[in-house]
């Protein structure tokens, strides 16, 4: 069992930066991928990024790409998302998840930090 918890959200202006956390407890964390997911008032979950089980492969939605970037440190079991040049589009609930290795099944969730971004 895994349980996460995410951290770091807040409101900034336009071209301003966040860094979220997602905070994990439970001994397999390490052998699990974590994705991070957002959601915005009457739209879909949608998928951000993704990193594999050791950190050393990560993947984007085309939206973030070159603007986030996901990182892990397992020693730690903490999961990472550096922001920068936030738009006001990317104002949603962020969730941590954790799950297969391929990235097509998370198996725990978190309950998701509310970043909104002002224009």
């Known amino acids: 069992q895994v349980q996460l918890v995410e951290s770091g959200g807040g409101l900034v202006q336009a071209g301003g930066s966040l860094t979220l956390a997602c905070a994990a407890s439970?001994?397999?964390?390490?052998?699990?991928?974590v994705g991070w997911f957002r959601q915005a008032p009457g739209k879909e979950r949608e998928f951000v990024a993704g990193v594999s089980w050791s950190g050393g492969s990560t993947i984007y939605a085309d939206s973030v790409k070159g603007r986030f970037a996901i990182s892990r440190h397992n020693a730690k079991n903490t999961v990472f998302l550096q922001m920068n040049s936030l738009r006001p589009e990317d104002t949603s609930v962020y969730y941590c998840a954790a799950g297969s290795n391929d990235h097509q099944t998370y198996y725990y969730w978190g309950q998701g930090t509310q970043v909104t971004v002002s224009s």
């Open positions: 439970g001994r397999s964390f390490s052998s699990y991928a």
